[in-house]
């Protein structure tokens, strides 16, 4: 039996979209300080025409979507081979070291495999009544597929380790942030809807008291922000808005939903400030009447810079003299040890068959974990071990069950993008590599692609049922 408090991870707790929304906001900031003012531009990808993203004119701006170069190296534009600095890979493999080339964007976008449509992203959206629903509704993995599909799992943008290296990052992560700002707008009181629990009280970033995840807490790699101040588009930290764009499907404001104000379970504050409004494609972006101002920002007489070296790398070919201060670490900014040990929070028992099973509190999670490995980190639904024989470490998740794809009748076989005038394509599954370099449930990645799958044959079926 242990007493040690699972931790936590942001890529699945419930700090993500607050995460993903602050390096959003950073990165804007970013290109105000060289004096861009035309906000930050998203791609609404699943919008694409008969599915086929890689005719877009988003790669007239960022480089071709794949390469003949023997290393993937994007060949054209502003972020060609021998023009563009890149990060390190920071994965075992080193791949850039083997090629000698700092130089080298990796792209190898699987051109003609389909990405998630708009219905599928859209739907969960319509069910989900709380925040906490919304945090786990992609059920279409629609993240994920926009990484591996459109940038290639082999390549820069598909691998975690390194993918702001692509500037298509931010434009896909600008997307991400409008499907959770579609559905804050679907009723007022989601706006400042959250709630959840961190993984222990003394977590980094928590209060220090409980594991409730208030409003009011920091957030990491950005300690002067709460996720109070990520909530609102429109609040005292930011103010912005998204353009309207094909992907935007109706979603009905749901029933009880009190349409007159904006409410929070913990009664934080907002109002307007300055920012800049976001754009539907490059060539057509919008600024607001006012933008945010370039340069260190002071507030609570803490200058606020940029610790993040990727982004660094990623602006040195945009920028000449950054008005930002670069790879300084924010004063009183605490790093997260996921090595520790704290008080109760799971237990452990060995099994006959020399397996452990781990139980996690409140939530009374259990994973199994089989002999030969020893413990070291548990979070919240899934726990890290070493293998005692390769001593490497691996993970393990909750015991899900699994939902095999079962396949209609009726519905056509080996659809492709554009094909038919009515017909959907099926996304391109997310790949093994990317799941577990993402710590994610393979079972559950899986289970979501099967249900995708089976929701697009419903689809085709009935397009033949309407054209009889």
Same mark, same amino acid.
């Given at each position: ?97 083997? %090629?000698?080339?700092?130089?080298? #964007? ?5 051109? !003609?495999?389909? $990405?998630?449509?708009? *219905? /599928?992203? =859209? ?119 998204? %353009?309207?764009?094909?992907?935007? #499907? ?5 029933? !009880?939903?009190? $349409?007159?104000?904006? *409410? /929070?379970? =913990? ?202």
């Amino acid at each position: 039996m242990s007493s040690t408090l699972p931790v936590v991870d942001w890529r699945q707790t419930k700090l993500l979209n607050f995460f993903q929304r602050a390096m959003m906001f950073q990165w804007e900031r970013a290109l105000n300080s060289v004096g861009w003012k035309g906000g930050a531009v998203y791609w609404d990808w699943p919008a694409s025409p008969n599915q086929q993203w890689w005719k877009s004119s988003v790669w007239d701006y960022f480089g071709a979507v794949d390469s003949n170069d023997p290393d993937n190296c994007v060949l054209d534009g502003a972020f060609a081979k021998g023009k563009y600095a890149v990060s390190m890979d920071s994965n075992s493999r080193n791949l850039r070291r083997l %090629s000698g080339d700092q130089t080298c #964007l990796r792209r190898c976008g699987l051109v !003609g495999a389909a $990405v998630t449509d708009a *219905t /599928t992203i =859209t739907n969960p959206l319509r069910t989900a009544k709380s925040y906490m629903a919304f945090h786990g509704g992609d059920t279409s993995n629609y993240h994920a597929v926009g990484h591996v599909t459109i940038g290639g799992s082999a390549c820069d943008f598909g691998n975690p380790s390194y993918s702001p290296n692509d500037p298509v990052f931010f434009l896909h992560h600008g997307l991400v942030d409008k499907v959770w700002w579609r559905w804050q707008q679907s009723c007022p009181a989601y706006v400042l809807d959250y709630e959840g629990t961190l993984a222990r009280a003394d977590d980094p970033i928590s209060d220090g008291k409980s594991n409730v995840a208030y409003a009011t807490l920091n957030i990491d790699s950005w300690k002067w922000w709460t996720v109070a101040d990520m909530l609102d588009t429109q609040g005292d930290t930011l103010c912005y808005t998204y %353009s309207q764009s094909a992907g935007d #499907l109706t979603i009905p404001t749901p029933s !009880g939903c009190d $349409v007159s104000t904006k *409410t /929070t379970k =913990t009664s934080a504050t907002t109002s307007t400030s300055d920012s800049a409004v976001q754009s539907s494609s490059p060539s057509t972006t919008k600024s607001s009447s006012t933008t945010a101002s370039p340069g260190p920002v002071s507030k609570n007489n803490q200058t606020e810079v940029f610790s993040d070296g990727w982004m660094n790398l990623l602006l040195q070919s945009l920028v000449e003299v950054p008005t930002f201060k670069f790879n300084v670490p924010t004063t009183g900014q605490t790093k997260r040890d996921d090595t520790i040990n704290y008080t109760s929070g799971y237990t452990t028992e060995v099994q006959p068959d020399s397996s452990t099973l781990v139980t996690i509190y409140p939530s009374l999670r259990e994973v199994y974990v089989p002999g030969g490995y020893e413990i070291s980190v548990v979070y919240e639904s899934r726990v890290q071990a070493m293998n005692l024989l390769t001593k490497r470490p691996e993970m393990f998740f909750r015991l899900v069950e699994p939902i095999p794809y079962v396949k209609l009748d009726c519905a056509p076989e080996n659809v492709v993008p554009g094909s038919h005038p009515c017909y959907l394509a099926k996304p391109n599954r997310v790949s093994i590599e990317y799941a577990r370099k993402m710590k994610m449930n393979l079972v559950q990645v899986s289970n979501n692609d099967n249900i995708v799958a089976m929701q697009i044959d419903k689809h085709n079926c009935e397009c033949d049922q309407k054209a009889r």
